[in-house]
């Protein structure tokens, strides 16, 4: 098997399949991890894919010049977004300057990259996505549109914007903004999950991991959790435990940044708690693109300690942390045990504490004439 970078610290960024001329390269995931795997039969040994591998050349980084904590002005963007809104007050403004916004959607299964080029459209990148994305095709696209004259801002993690800079050269019409991350899983992981369920992920209408500080992962506005727990998924998601393989390595968790703009949530924030409850935005702004795309929207922004920011963002000075728990739930996994099997036997206490405050929730809510909303409109049974 011949990979494109060392195997097991592919970030499944897909730039090396849009460079390839030959389309020899192929992403594979192995829900543990991605690899980026070379057909010897079609490479013509032009040495494109190794050339442009994030894993193989030295990045450049930048530190902030410039940082904020804050919210769309626009108080429906603000509630709409799961932080404060500012991306998306970002993506309306340089729309509305007559560029074109590049960023992550998710539609029937697919976590995927489109173009939004009116105010209304922004929306469809609204709420955090917990989960690896397919950017798979969109650096071309991107290209072709720059080439054309016009001005491109892409969102993403921090991998795929230093895909997407690499790519096109860092032309002088690219912006980009990239997400503070913790690290992502594989969308079998997603899968997975939702099949204790009885839901498909490709037969899923919408999904939506967390309103403001409340995770919860609802599939068509249901949750699977009751108020007082949280699911399987967040909960695995939340203590690093089903990331792929390169995030805990990642060389892009430290205060040194590869966007124009650095964008993620003000955990931590001083500012009272109804203001929080909206969602605070951390904004870090690494040069004067970034500054012009911060002129150009309307937004709300207010001092923050940069240090008590990186404090209270572990991504800024470290990679996720590995829990011991991972390689048993990964084995159990790949065995064909259930998402929900395999967390009973990762985290039995954290388990059966749910479990527990499951029952007690319903029975609670039952007592309280509330059976036919519960059971009917508000979360998902698990099946088996």
Not at 111 to 129: C, I, L, P, Q, R
Not at 223 to 248: G, H, K, Q, R, W
Not at 367 to 377: I, T, V
Request: proline share 3%; with cysteine.
């Amino acid at each position: 098997m011949i990979t494109v970078c060392e195997k097991g610290k592919c970030t499944g960024c897909m730039e090396c399949i849009d460079i390839c001329p030959k389309n020899a390269i192929k992403v594979i995931d192995s829900l543990i991890e991605y690899n980026a795997i070379i057909d010897p039969e079609q490479c013509i040994q032009c040495n494109a894919c190794h050339n442009a591998c994030q894993n193989n050349t030295k990045q450049v980084l930048t530190r902030p010049i410039y940082w904020k904590q804050g919210w769309a002005q626009d108080d429906a963007v603000r509630m709409r977004s799961s932080s404060g809104g500012i991306a998306a007050a970002i993506e309306q403004g340089f729309i509305k300057a007559g560029g074109i916004v590049c960023s992550c959607t998710f539609d029937f299964g697919r976590f995927a990259f489109e173009f939004a080029e009116t105010e209304d459209e922004v929306g469809k990148f609204t709420g955090s996505k917990y989960v690896k994305s397919n950017p798979k095709g969109i650096y071309r696209k991107i290209l072709e549109k720059l080439k054309l004259g016009r001005k491109v801002l892409f969102v993403g993690l921090p991998c795929q914007v230093s895909a997407i800079k690499q790519y096109t050269n860092n032309h002088k019409n690219l912006y980009t903004i990239d997400l503070i991350c913790h690290g992502t899983p594989s969308p079998q992981i997603l899968d997975s999950f939702l099949a204790d369920y009885g839901i498909r992920l490709n037969e899923a209408q919408s999904i939506r991991f967390r309103v403001k500080d409340n995770f919860k992962l609802e599939q068509n506005g249901k949750c699977f959790a009751v108020p007082t727990t949280i699911d399987n998924y967040l909960m695995t998601f939340l203590n690093s435990t089903t990331y792929t393989e390169n995030c805990y390595q990642c060389q892009y968790a430290r205060i040194e940044r590869t966007g124009d703009i650095t964008l993620g949530d003000s955990w931590g924030s001083e500012l009272e708690k109804c203001i929080q409850d909206k969602g605070i935005s951390l904004v870090l702004c690494q040069n004067e693109k970034g500054r012009e795309l911060i002129n150009e929207s309307n937004l709300t922004l207010i001092d923050v300690d940069l240090a008590k920011a990186i404090e209270s963002n572990h991504q800024l000075y470290q990679p996720s942390q590995k829990p011991k728990e991972r390689e048993l739930l990964f084995k159990e996994l790949k065995k064909g045990s259930g998402f929900k099997k395999a967390v009973r036997r990762c985290y039995p206490k954290k388990y059966f504490k749910n479990a527990i405050k499951t029952l007690l929730y319903k029975i609670k809510f039952f007592l309280g004439g509330g059976q036919k909303s519960l059971s009917s409109s508000s979360y998902y049974g698990c099946k088996g």
